[in-house]
């Protein structure tokens, strides 16, 4: 186990099975971890008037079809609360929050609706010929002070770089076999936190694959407790976004045009819900897209750093690509950029910046060896 702090945020490296990992990763990461237990009992409180231990139990409920869907995963989860000094029902819950704010009553759906907005360009629209994906990732403002880069090393799968809320499996990141993930937040009228494999599940499940191709199939082959969009891409030349409801129905794939691909927070495949409960609420959605979509078709071909650029846009400001926290909103419902991430797939690398992508530093490239 390593623990590290470069510019922006906390590095934590794991290795071994499932359980040395598990435990190391509780360990290093336990203040943090700490610190989002307390960050989303009082969001749950906010929105739902939901005590923690109620939370916890709707948690505990997700615990059989995680087992189900990935033994090892399952097997991390209980060593990660081993590590962190907690209960396995609370890593449980910072697994499940997405499931869980859609099951509670009152406003909790609302703070689901949170902004992020992704990419990926093919070689060819890329100035080093190098497959390069991103996104900005939006969240709740207590999300900076959780955040983690988390580097796991292992025999059982890709290694993988993942950045992160402390505590739980996997989001943005990229693994040892050159599969990139990128992913959105979409609400279907569908949604209301069923009991299937949970969205944060899913995302790791992405980088324990050893293809784009198999990571999609996983998406699409499983029966989802939410929606979500699933953007994929690998360093053999796979790129495809899939949007999904809950369940086991269809799901809806994107295929680059000219060469790149970029989403938002709405569906842009007819049929996969009656009514986008996202754009309905958020109509904005569309624009930060247009926006993205701009920022892309403006070069023939973009390098890391034009990128970087695109996702410091401000265009419609204040539900602009770049997020800024609001201080006249209450503290569980302030949203922003929690981080800006672009990564080069054949370098097996990532560079992120902590924070709106407009004022901080992006860090060095953090790679992830085979």
């Not at 891409?233 to 899939?242: P, Y």
Request: charged share 20%; hydrophobic share 40%; net charge negative.
């Amino acid at each position: 186990m390593a623990r590290t702090v470069a510019s922006g945020y906390d590095i934590v490296t794991v290795t071994g099975d499932p359980e040395e990992r598990g435990y190391q990763y509780g360990l290093a990461a336990r203040t943090r971890i700490e610190h989002a237990l307390r960050t989303y009992a009082d969001v749950f409180m906010h929105y739902a008037s939901w005590d923690w231990a109620t939370v916890r139990r709707h948690g505990l409920g997700f615990a059989g079809p995680i087992e189900d869907f990935s033994p090892s995963s399952a097997r991390e989860i209980r060593a990660i609360a081993r590590g962190a000094g907690v209960e396995v029902a609370d890593i449980l819950a910072l697994n499940t929050r997405s499931e869980i704010m859609f099951a509670a009553p009152g406003r909790a759906r609302a703070v689901a609706s949170t902004e992020c907005t992704s990419f990926a360009l093919t070689p060819e629209r890329t100035t080093s010929g190098s497959a390069l994906m991103g996104q900005n990732w939006d969240w709740i403002e207590g999300a900076r002070e959780t955040a983690i880069v988390l580097q796991v090393l292992r025999d059982d799968g890709p290694n993988f770089v993942t950045v992160v809320e402390a505590g739980m499996l996997a989001k943005v990141g990229i693994n040892s076999s050159g599969v990139g993930l990128c992913t959105n937040t979409l609400i279907s009228d569908g949604d209301e936190g069923r009991f299937g494999v949970p969205y944060h599940v899913l995302l790791r499940s992405v980088l324990d694959s050893d293809s784009g191709a198999e990571a999609a199939q996983r998406i699409q082959s499983t029966s989802r407790a939410n929606s979500a969009n699933y953007l994929i891409a690998d360093a053999g030349g796979f790129c495809a976004d899939i949007e999904t409801g809950p369940g086991d129905g269809p799901c809806g794939v994107i295929t680059p045009v000219d060469g790149a691909v970029t989403h938002a927070n709405h569906f842009l495949v007819d049929g996969l819900t009656g009514v986008d409960r996202y754009l309905e609420r958020k109509a904005h959605t569309r624009n930060r897209l247009h926006h993205l979509t701009a920022r892309v078709q403006q070069h023939d071909t973009h390098t890391i750093g034009s990128l970087q650029e695109a996702l410091a846009d401000h265009a419609d400001a204040p539900y602009s690509v770049c997020q800024h926290p609001d201080a006249a909103q209450p503290v569980a419902e302030r949203t922003c950029t929690i981080a800006g991430i672009v990564m080069d797939l054949p370098a097996r690398s990532l560079v992120y910046a902590a924070g709106s992508p407009c004022e901080s530093t992006w860090s060095a490239p953090v790679r992830i060896d085979a």
